[in-house]
């Protein structure tokens, strides 16, 4: 039977050496007044220490001096891993450092490996990451030197490849839910997300472990069945702590409004106003990118719009009318209305339906998925992409690998160059103001988060659209077919390449 417990008391729970599960995404669904009593128990004690922290997405909100970051940073933890990192800078940075243990593995990889293990199997097997960084004959999951674990092998099953992927079990889960009835059966109502709630609190309690979940209330009324996340018979404790203040725009994204196609756009810039400027507003190169790769939808298409940059896709999608006819969806679980941006990425404004990650992971990974547009930080001469690794950093991979390797249509989207660039549209034509310093079309990349020569063998087609020309790839590798209006191919393409890519040019309209 479940017991109502004080944050502090929570934070007893915990011992040295633990290994503590985090359902959460990204900056969405923190056990927030848990975290705080860890970080003073260890500020005060020394304890708890050498913690192992395993997050499918992430487990912070950007603030190095919050949540986990808060005692990561401290040096209660030893190692984590989770697939990505933007929104844990304090972890990031201490990893390259070199001062903790850290892995970098594909969402998918993690979120069906914890199913897995929730069913008593002690790996998860696929052909996930093959030819992949995460591949160990190329660079595998170890983001430092003092990573040294083998967390994904390479086998072979009636003379096929796979990878195998193997991770700690939890002793502690972490669950962020909005009331527990008087069963201790937890309900999400006002929560953006599931994550892997119900995989993370069976895995836990199967491995006798303890399942603590925070929630908003109390109530006396029974839930109904359906409605029930995760059963009471998994909960070990709960604290019961105040909500942050949920604006309109976040009861939107609750699904408490609901908010059908044509006011998409208002609410988008609702939430799009809640966030920080961009250092060079003047350069039009986001919104170049996006109506042109929003030009690749169509009537009756799944889709998926990544993170950053692509989130442009979206709003151009609303432009043009066309989203009441196609579904988008996001790896964190919503499926339709259009997916939040910024720091509120993973949750959907106007969803139709919410579900746990692994099950939306099931979707992409079996081919559901007809086109998806994703950022790039490197792309090279054979159409190699490089999303997780900056030359000072880990970026991480997060659902990226899943998406790429299995949408029948991955777009590209990026711009040209990076760091300083300027560019406008003006009467139909693309000015490029002012060069970007750093190049992101190279010879070769850093690492390899998407296989061009995977690609290749699958049949999808292929694009990477920038704000002053279309590449696709084909057998030849990159090959430049399309430059847009006002954009000289020798001044502003080829001159600025260290390869000279296969030609197949059409002129944009």
């Not at 502690?172 to 109502?189: E, H, Q, R, S, Y």
């Not at 000015?431 to 290749?456: H, M």
Request: hydrophobic fraction near 40%; glycine fraction near 10%; proline fraction near 4%.
């Amino acid at each position: 039977m479940y017991r109502i417990i004080s944050p502090d008391q929570a934070a007893l729970l915990i011992q040295d050496g633990d290994c503590l599960l985090i359902n959460c995404f990204l900056s969405l669904g923190h056990t927030g007044a848990i975290h705080r009593a860890i970080y003073e128990r260890f500020r005060d004690t020394g304890h708890p220490r050498d913690l192992t922290l395993i997050s499918t997405a992430g487990y912070g909100d950007r603030d190095e001096n919050n949540l986990a970051e808060a005692y990561v940073q401290a040096g209660a933890v030893r190692q984590v891993i989770t697939s990505h990192y933007t929104s844990m800078p304090a972890t990031a940075r201490l990893i390259a450092e070199n001062r903790l243990e850290g892995y970098a593995l594909p969402l998918g990889a993690i979120s069906h490996a914890l199913r897995a293990m929730a069913g008593g199997q002690k790996s998860f097997l696929t052909k996930l990451g093959l030819g992949l960084y995460v591949d160990p004959r190329l660079d595998g999951p170890a983001m430092n030197a003092l990573s040294q674990q083998e967390l994904v092998r390479l086998v072979e099953v009636d003379g096929e490849e796979y990878l195998k992927y193997t991770l700690p079990a939890p002793n502690v889960c972490f669950i962020k839910g909005t009331a527990v009835d008087p069963l201790g059966n937890i309900t999400f109502d006002d929560e953006y997300i599931y994550a892997d709630a119900l995989a993370a609190a069976q895995l836990t309690h199967n491995n006798g472990g303890t399942v603590i979940v925070q929630v908003d209330r109390t109530t006396h009324q029974f839930a109904r069945p359906r409605f029930v996340i995760v059963p009471g018979m998994l909960v070990d404790a709960v604290v019961v702590a105040d909500p942050e203040q949920q604006s309109a725009s976040g009861q939107t994204l609750s699904g408490s409004i609901h908010v059908p196609p044509l006011h998409m756009d208002y609410w988008m810039g609702r939430l799009t106003a809640e966030k920080p400027p961009r250092n060079n507003s003047a350069d039009q190169s986001a919104h170049i990118i996006g109506r042109r790769a929003a030009q690749e939808l169509r009537a009756g298409q799944i889709v998926n719009i990544g993170i950053g940059l692509p989130e442009m896709v979206g709003r151009y999608a609303v432009e043009a009318n066309i989203l009441k006819d196609i579904t988008l969806t996001v790896e964190s679980g919503g499926v339709g209305g259009l997916p939040a941006p910024g720091r509120a990425f993973g949750a959907t404004i106007g969803a139709d339906m919410v579900c746990e990650v692994a099950a939306q992971f099931d979707f992409y990974d079996g081919g559901g998925l007809d086109i998806c547009f994703m950022g790039a930080l490197e792309v090279d001469c054979q159409g190699n992409v490089n999303v997780h690794r900056r030359p000072d950093r880990y970026v991480g991979i997060g659902g990226f690998a899943n998406i790429t390797s299995a949408a029948h249509t991955v777009v590209f989207c990026l711009s040209f160059r990076s760091h300083g660039l300027v560019a406008r549209e003006q009467a139909g034509n693309v000015r490029l103001e002012r060069e970007g310093e750093i190049e992101k079309l190279k010879r070769a990349v850093t690492a390899v988060s998407f296989s061009a020569a995977k690609a290749l063998e699958k049949g999808q087609r292929v694009l990477y659209v920038t704000e002053r020309c279309v590449f696709e790839l084909t057998e030849q590798g990159l090959t430049l077919t399309e430059i847009y209006p006002g954009v000289d191919l020798e001044r502003n393409i080829l001159s600025k390449l260290d390869f000279i890519p296969e030609l197949r040019l059409r002129r944009a309209e």
